[in-house]
């Protein structure tokens, strides 16, 4: 009998093992552990450790997630090879035990506990876990700057292989360029453009006091990524993550996202499709110039 079909599943079933056992540029590796599971799963970035989690979910159907995924047209949900390994009972840099007890708002909600550190913590949001889990491998805590932080960006994506995704967070309004590896990498970049205020040009000018581009930031922001290009706006911020529009570039389509989960896994589907669309015209690029401008 299929663990999605038993009538009753023990509660070990929404604990996972984590192993680091690497974590260079805030990109992790490791082994999953799950009770569920005859053998170990090797990841390589951490978008690939929460696809896998979720399969595993999706197959006990248990935490139930309550929302679908959205999808960009002609795309599917990423899929990643399984890489089966041995049991890992300890990481050689960390190790997490994961309890994920709902699936609400498109992320996640349960605890997470740092093992060697002897430390637990509650998170409400995938961004959530991700920022717990940077803060203990690196032993840095970041503080929210009261300034108000920028509302757009794009994340231009120059390449994409098995989860990892690497570019960089740019914001034209304030000469902002952030280079990003992973997907840690990637949340941490915006949440500097975000939350933390450290969005500001070399001269210092913050969010919202920058009134001329140049030329040179705006060739660099219309360039785009050598894979693809996304435009986020943040419109909310609630359930301690981002809600928002994205903008697939180069196809032009919109989709809303409710959590910076289901961003990423728009990103990621659009990535993995492989579909080359032409660019747009110049003058749509000159539109959107004053567009950016007005937005911030």
């Not at 192993?19 to 799950?34: A, K, L, P």
């Not at 569920?36 to 197959?59: K, S």
Request: include cysteine; charged fraction near 25%.
């Amino acid at each position: 009998m299929s663990i999605a079909k038993m009538s009753m599943l023990d509660n070990s079933y929404r604990y996972f093992t984590v192993t680091v056992d690497r974590y260079e540029r805030q990109c992790m590796e490791g082994i999953i552990s799950h009770a569920g599971e005859p053998l170990c799963i090797r990841y390589g970035n951490f978008l690939e450790l929460v696809l896998q989690m979720n399969q595993i979910f999706d197959r006990m159907s248990c935490p139930k997630q309550t929302m679908e995924f959205r999808q960009f047209s002609g795309t599917d949900y990423p899929a990643l090879k399984v890489k089966k390994c041995k049991k890992a009972y300890k990481g050689k840099l960390a190790t997490f035990q994961i309890y994920v007890k709902f699936r609400y708002d498109a992320s996640w909600q349960g605890n997470i506990t740092w093992l060697e550190g002897e430390r637990t913590e509650h998170f409400e949001s995938i961004l959530q876990m991700i920022q717990l889990i940077d803060e203990i491998l690196i032993g840095r805590y970041r503080i929210k700057d009261p300034r108000k932080g920028a509302r757009t960006c794009q994340v231009a994506v120059n390449s994409y292989d098995s989860g990892l995704l690497e570019g960089s967070v740019q914001n034209a309004f304030i000469n902002h360029l952030e280079e990003f590896k992973g997907t840690i990498g990637l949340a941490d970049a915006m949440v500097h453009l975000f939350e933390v205020g450290i969005g500001r040009s070399a001269s210092g000018i913050a969010p919202g006091e920058c009134k001329i581009i140049s030329e040179e930031t705006w060739g660099t922001y219309r360039k785009g990524g050598r894979r693809a290009t996304f435009v986020i706006k943040i419109l909310y911020r609630e359930h301690s993550t981002w809600q928002g529009v994205i903008c697939w570039r180069e196809t032009g389509e919109k989709q809303a996202f409710r959590s910076f989960l289901e961003m990423i896994i728009l990103m990621a589907s659009a990535l993995e499709s492989g579909r080359r669309e032409n660019e747009c015209e110049d003058r749509y690029y000159t539109d959107n110039r004053q567009k950016t401008i007005k937005e911030g």
